[in-house]
């Protein structure tokens, strides 16, 4: 069965201060791939997502993300980390039985 | 809005009672799925439905639980003799269909029991 990890529960980044949110995931084939963001109290809003091309693919908000084959890893990443980023974000994938399995998150906390 | 609208946002219930949670998928969406999320925890699938159909409900649980998506109106996931346990956030996306499309998700349903 198919599996996603996140192994950052929790990740503090300063202000302008770069990003990177780690996702692993378990798949035999090449996966369709997701990040969410999840404000508190709301739903899910879809950052960006991969299905096959260029393994960089650019989000909403200034996201990007990179598909590691031989790592089985999409992370997210930006450059510059604002206050309004601070979120809870969740790495999903789509192995084709049109449901998504979603990792635990990772609570971002942006400090001044 | 054109997006997921679910109601109500919150549901409070007895223990023994029934929850019953709406869901109106995005426009022109006939896809819709729900999914549950308890505290520290990400969101686990329940069950997957397109218009009068279960297409996969291997995340429900097998008792007390059931959903429906009719030909009008919303799909409706009802919780039948409620239990402390069944507390949580419960959150229905929609899309039009195909692995390579995306969900949108609602704001979702906050269930507490009493």
């Known amino acids: 069965a198919q599996s996603v990890t996140q192994p950052d529960i929790h990740i503090t980044v300063s202000e302008g201060a770069s990003l990177e949110l780690r996702c692993n995931y378990s798949?035999?084939?090449?996966?369709?791939l997701f990040w969410y963001v999840q404000s508190p109290g709301q739903g899910l809003q879809l950052l960006l997502k991969y299905f096959s091309g260029d393994t960089l693919v650019q989000g909403i908000k200034g996201f990007e993300a990179e598909f590691k084959r031989s790592q089985s890893s999409f992370n997210l990443r930006k450059p510059s980390v604002h206050w309004s980023d601070a979120a809870e974000y969740f790495c999903a994938v789509n192995s084709g039985y049109s449901t998504l399995t979603f990792g635990k998150g990772t609570m971002l906390l942006v400090s001044p | 809005n054109a997006g997921v609208m679910q109601n109500p946002r919150h549901l409070v219930r007895r223990r023994g009672q029934e929850a019953r949670l709406r869901c109106s998928p995005m426009?022109?969406?006939?896809?819709v799925y729900w999914y549950r999320q308890l505290p520290e925890e990400g969101l686990k699938f329940m069950v997957y439905l397109q218009k009068e159909n279960i297409i996969d409900e291997s995340g429900m649980p097998k008792e007390r639980f059931s959903a429906e998506f009719p030909k009008e109106g919303p799909s409706i996931l009802r919780i039948q003799q409620v239990v402390r346990g069944d507390s949580a956030a419960y959150f229905c996306?929609?899309?039009?269909?195909?692995?390579?499309?995306?969900?949108?998700f609602g704001d979702g349903t906050r269930l507490s029991i009493l």
């Open positions: 996306a929609s899309s039009s269909g195909g692995d390579d499309q995306p969900q949108h």
């Open positions: 798949y035999g084939a090449t996966p369709y």
């Open positions: 426009k022109g969406h006939s896809h």
